[in-house]
């Protein structure tokens, strides 16, 4: 063993480790419960098979070389011309799984050459073994470095392209404060739990964030070139950092196209994120800071500037308002009110003497911390209301009178509901505006339609409990909704929406938009391309495109989870299979369509499309089932029944593993994240999300004093009005674009919206983000290995890699490639110009890749990436390796025309000779008349003359000199005359009275203004014009003190 030397001793080590995890995976797979957990084992297996495969190779080089005095190793002689890659090939992820290693007992037989690269097995043709350069020996690193290179990119990482190799490289950037990493055009996020402040605010510190930055310039001008809309995608488990990463985007996108956080859209814009980030965020189990409010900025971008923003909320999690989930909290802003309040604003808001634990609203087993900021925040959130417009009174008004709903109590009397909590009442309705019994009417009773007349029947303690939720939850959901609205209206007016009716597919392919005009093989000829070009041209230039970026929710595994967690989770598998499609999907469809061999390139990714049938299908799934049983009537445990009857079977659809009474109120779902419980307990309640009629009919305009209040409700007042009073009838607790959709549920509206947002981001070219937390802790710099392999495996991170390494993801026209790097083609094709382009367009596109890939370096130093191209019918196939190359070679050229045209004009303007200087023009005398102008300075005479009579001036005389002034100004203070003022320096004047001279010091008396620039002096009899230069300026006089009010006089004793 001492023979081997230390790089032998670890390389051996390393392959016996990761033979026995092969081992333990292989077992693990045979007792898999679940084909999504067989999927992650066989990628696993995959993983280590091709390390095994990569360390045999080096413990075989290491063999074959024979060993120097130092211990180190040289290489073996290979023939003169021979490549020597500096690192060992890659092994084929892409291909199937080779073999299992033989068991240990026999030693795995090592091969004679490494396999061969992916190239040759792709060409089909079996290249020969090439020698390989001995590794470089491997140091163990301590824990908490890595030994993975630091590369910015995962494409250019050596060795195998594995699980683990990508989290040692995301570790190793980590711990370097690098927490962006690129996957070709794709960004990892990681967050570090560094930051944690609003990136939007003007006091805060501009990040240094040169990867979202890249991001903001790339959407920004691909839109500026093609006008087609950019959507930002931001997607990862909830606290990722998907808010944060999404607001320094949006402080980035108004840098590079609004004119900075200067301007007054920004501060707008600012103001209401911080409002919206108190009223939407609360304190989760897994996130202190959890959004609860998704995100859809669209920013309309016309020629690379910004003109108008709107914000799309996605309100999801209202129950929260009445009911938080064990050992979570409620909304930010309870908290940061009542430690804001003053004492004066607590009086008139009724909330003094309460304290968070008095509120049944936000009392939790689990108190909540008093936090030092909450204060601050509320200051400065009411700041931000007062820049929006929105009276602060009124928002306060409204959240003071949910809290003390809250500790409205009922209990069951002879005569229906009766009110345990008469205070709390009377403060609500008086904050409220409404008439105490006029609430309480609405709280216990219930209206029925029988015949022409309305009945009313005493409710029980129970709906009134309902009612009382559901009226809270209303008011605080509407709110939120009228400040959206209100930060929207702020915006200048513009387009609603800057999609384009295209065809999505080829927006799919994410092309460019030379590559959406008619193609030059057959059809039309030259004619008809350029008038199709022309016309695409007025379509892009009539239609605004903008730049969107998307912070919805992220994946959550509450125990036990809610209906909002349900629907919070289809969105998350939405945006997941939205990504499968762009970048697995469509590169592995259009190989196939164009025949550039798709079998071989393709990835073995995770499809979760069965589990987004299960919940969202409207024949049977999840939530259609939901609806049906909400209008039959029906019970939590009948809802469930309905569920495992309808999918017995389904490989997504699992029993909960806890046991009990409680199990027949619950099922679990196997998402693309994990395996997550649903408590079906709240789901027909909070679907309905239904307020009555009875309770909303006080808020009336004539028996409400509140506004604001009436105005929430402005759409269900009407309605009542027009049928006439109430009815029995129920209203959409959170507000609908239809109000009198009585009919619709919480899930229909939400997958409304959700298909609504589709559409629009299937017309726009996409920029995904990835986000990943470092810990489940929330702790900053601390990096948890398999909290982050986990993310990594459920986001797909190394098949991304993987297919952006070594497959085709990028593709273009043939007339975009050529519009593009035309430059390329003209030094590397061959000559013949555009000419050739026209007629031989795959032709022109391979001259120029085959000259490139044999001119150009590597994308990175040592990189493994491929660099690769394939000719398609109508594309050019490129890898991302070939991507980064083009684009740096037609950078380069670019900066060297560019220097090129720099030099030619400053020798042109140092050879030019140099013009003589012009002669100093002189001063202008005083104004004694308008001298003739010379004949080259005239203008138009007409011009002149129009002029003069509209001003009513005489071109013949001089314009009169206005008088003079019978005061000056000194100080501020306007004095008149006569002055004393002082003499600054010698003067003498000498005129038919005889000589006069003034010496430094002297005072005179100045009695008026005299010719320009002089005043009149008075000395002795004489009266002399004396330069403003020789006198100092007047000073004002003091000013008089008035003279002390007379004591009073002394009392006089009183007379006996």
Known sequence: MATLGLSKVFILDKYFTELQKFWETEKKLQDASSSNEAVHLQRRLLSLSSELVTLRNHLHVGANAPQTATGGASAAPT????????????APHLLPPPAPPVPLAAPPQLPTHPPAPPESRWRGGAAPPAPVAPAP????????????????????????????AVVRALQARFYHNKFYTWIGPILVALNGYTDGSNALTLSAA???????????????RHQADTG???????????????????????????????GGPETDAFKHLAAAFTVLRSLGAAATAANSHSSRIGHFIEVQVTDGALYRTKIHCYFLDQTRVVRPPPGERNYHIFYQLLAGLSAEERTALRLEGYAPHDLRYLASPAPRRPDSDDAPRFLAWKTCLGILGIPFLDVVRVLAAVLLLGNVQFADGAEGAETAGDAELQAAAALLGVAAPALLRGLTTRAAARGRAAARAPATAAAAAAARDALAKALYCRTVATIVRRANSLKRLGSTLGTLSSDSNESVHNQDAASRRASTNGGRGRAGAKSMAVLNDAVRHATDGFVGILDMFGFEDAAPSRLEHLCANLCAETMQHFYNTHVFKSSAESCREEEVGAAALEVDYVDNVPCIDLVSSLRGGLLAALDAECAARGSPEQYVARVRAAHRGHPRLAEPRQAGAAAARRFAVRHYAGEVTYDASEFL?????????????????????????????????????????????????????????????????????????????????????????????????????????????????????????????HRMRFRAFGARYRALWRRGGGGGGGDTLERDAPGACAAVLRAVAAAAAPPAPASPAAVRWALGKRHVFLSEGMRQVLERMRRARRQAAAECIQAAWRRHRARRAPAPPAPPRPRPAPIAGTPPPEP?????????????????????RPPPLPPSRAYTVAGGVKLGYPQQRAVLCEWNESDAAGALRLRPGDVVIAVGAARRGHVHVQVGTRTVAVPHRVLAPPRAPPPRLQPPPPAPPPPQPASA
């Open 137 to 164: 020996t491997p140091t163990p690193t301590p824990p908490g470095a890595s030994g993975a290179t630091d590369v910015d990119d995962l494409i250019h990482l050596r060795g195998p392209l594995t699980e683990d």
């Open 206 to 220: 501009r990040a240094q964030r040169p990867e979202l930055a890249r991001l903001v310039h790339d959407a920004v």
């Open 685 to 809: 309640d909070a679907n309905r999300d239904a307020v009555p009629d009875e309770l909303l009919a006080a808020f009336d305009t004539r028996a409400c004093e509140f506004g604001f209040a009436t105005h929430l409700f402005g759409a269900e007042l009407k309605m009542l009005a027009a049928a006439g009073g109430p009815s029995g009838g129920v209203f959409r607790a959170s507000p609908t674009a239809a109000a009198a959709d009585g009919g619709s549920t919480l899930t229909q509206d939400f997958h409304t919206r959700l298909d609504n947002l589709l559409r629009t981001l299937v017309h726009a070219r996409p920029h995904f983000v990835r986000c990943l937390r470092a810990n489940h802790a929330e702790a900053p710099m601390l990096f948890e290995r398999q909290a982050v392999a986990k993310q990594v495996r459920a986001l797909q991170i190394l098949e991304t890699a993987q297919l952006m390494a070594s497959g085709y993801p």
């Open 936 to 956: 080259t300075e005239k203008c138009d005479p007409h011009l002149v003359s129009r002029t003069c009579s509209l001003f009513g001036l005489d071109l013949e």
């Open 228 to 258: 087609y809309p950019q959507a930002i995608i931001l997607s990862g488990v909830s606290g990722s950092g998907k808010t944060y990463a999404s607001m320094v985007l949006l402080r980035r996108l108004f840098d590079v196209a609004g």
């Open 79 to 90: 023939k003169p011309g021979t490549p020597q890659p500096a690192v060992p090939p890659r």
